[in-house]
């Protein structure tokens, strides 16, 4: 079964609009980790954003918010006023473990595509 | 984080060879791995480097294919052996600098092999 998984090949969104890339994950740990990055065209992988599962609050990291719905197992990524460039492949990644015994080895999805038109 | 410098950034190599990528990190580090992306696909673990001792591979993995070394904190290679087409792919280093830190990545490397 899949552990990580991303229902989006491709998202189309206008500048400076709002986007949610969708991400749900299934895990029998009650301790992970979900991570979010992003991958341009150029091939690197960046990280964009944190959420642990025992994090009360919503992570925030400048236009990225990460809509944690731990009963729901869902993780999505909220990116706000969207930019030209965010245009890139967008990974969703989980890892169990995350408190004590974590082996940091990440498990991805299949990413989402995101084309910001002007 | 961590600047992590892969080299080569890119290859193109024929069949039956071998290539070997480097991976260099400017501090030292807990746990470093290598992760390939085949065209058009998600990132999929290699192995864990360990430093000093044998790689930790994954499933669908072994080490005479893409063995391994680590003799430092600081540094990690990965050799592509005997390439098909099929290892086509992005090989990507990867670093965390302490449990429960996210993982940072190098650039990548782009293998075609023809």
């Known amino acids: 079964a899949q552990k990580i998984t991303q229902t989006q090949p491709g998202m189309f969104v206008q500048e400076k609009e709002a986007v949610t890339l969708d991400c749900t994950y299934d895990t029998s740990d009650p301790s992970y980790g979900l991570f979010w990055y992003k991958q341009p065209s150029s091939g690197e992988m960046i990280f964009l954003i944190y959420?642990?599962?025992?994090?009360?609050q919503n992570a925030t990291e400048g236009r990225y918010s990460l809509n944690f719905q731990k009963a729901r197992k869902s993780a999505n990524l909220v990116i706000s006023a969207s930019q030209l460039g965010d245009s890139a492949m967008y990974f969703c990644?989980?890892?169990?473990?995350?408190?004590?015994?974590?082996?940091?080895?990440?498990?991805f999805g299949t990413g989402t595509l995101l084309a910001v038109q002007p | 984080s961590a600047v992590i410098s892969q080299k080569p950034s890119r290859d193109i190599c024929q069949r039956g060879t071998s290539l070997t990528i480097q991976c260099q990190v400017d501090?030292?580090?807990?746990?470093m791995f290598w992760y390939r992306q085949q065209p058009g696909q998600s990132l999929t673990l290699i192995a864990t480097?360990?430093?000093?001792?044998?790689?930790?591979?994954e499933s669908g993995f072994v080490i005479d294919k893409f063995p391994i070394s680590r003799p430092n904190l600081t540094f990690s290679t990965l050799t592509v052996s005997n390439m098909s087409p099929e290892d086509s792919s992005i090989y990507l280093c990867?670093?965390?600098?302490?449990?429960?830190?996210?993982?940072?990545f190098g650039n990548g490397t782009r293998l075609t092999v023809t």
């Open positions: 990867s670093v965390s600098l302490s449990y429960n830190s996210p993982l940072h």
């Open positions: 990644a989980m890892r169990e473990g995350e408190y004590g015994g974590a082996t940091n080895k990440l498990i």
């Open positions: 959420q642990g599962s025992y994090d009360q």
């Open positions: 501090s030292q580090v807990t746990m």
């Open positions: 480097a360990n430093q000093g001792s044998e790689a930790t591979y």
